[in-house]
């Protein structure tokens, strides 16, 4: 096998298991958010790497297949993954001042482009060289 071909296998291995980690982790947090950009720090599975790529921050709800893309609270499309500006019904906790800290069950964190819903694994994957 050669060099490049080895690195993707490798590069292929972290990222399923980045994915196995997450689903283990359970529902969707800030902090799970903030573990997810670590994880993919360096990779275009964060808002800032993909940027350029036409990736959008959104959510997906297994549940329903609604993908929506992130905002803040009053409604403007936010640059990275927000919770506050997500559907009242995919809420599951909040705190004292009215934030969203946790959202039930079936959300995923990824990206929008050209209307189709990628995970970060995803659009990692879809935009490495």
């Keep these: 096998m ?5 690195q993707q296998v490798n590069e292929d291995l972290r990222i399923k298991e980045r994915e196995r980690e997450r689903k283990t982790r359970g529902i ?5 958010l903030k573990e997810q950009n ?3 720090e360096g990779t275009n599975g964060t808002s800032h ?9 959104a959510y997906y709800d297994r ?11 009053d409604g403007r499309p936010a640059p990275i993954h ?4 997500l559907p009242e019904e995919w809420v599951a906790q909040k705190d004292s001042a009215g934030h969203v800290t946790k959202v039930r069950a079936g959300i995923v964190a990824g990206f929008l482009r050209h209307g189709r819903f990628y ?5 990692a994957k879809a935009t490495a060289h």
Excluded: K, M, Y
């Design 49 to 57: 790497n993909n940027r350029d790529n036409g990736f959008i921050p």
């Design 63 to 73: 549940t329903s297949g609604r993908s929506v893309i992130s905002r803040f609270t």
């Design 82 to 85: 927000v919770l506050d500006g």
């Design 2 to 6: 050669n060099r490049l071909t080895l």
């Design 28 to 32: 969707l947090s800030n902090q799970l």
């Design 38 to 40: 670590e994880a993919f």
């Design 119 to 123: 995970t970060r694994e995803e659009a």
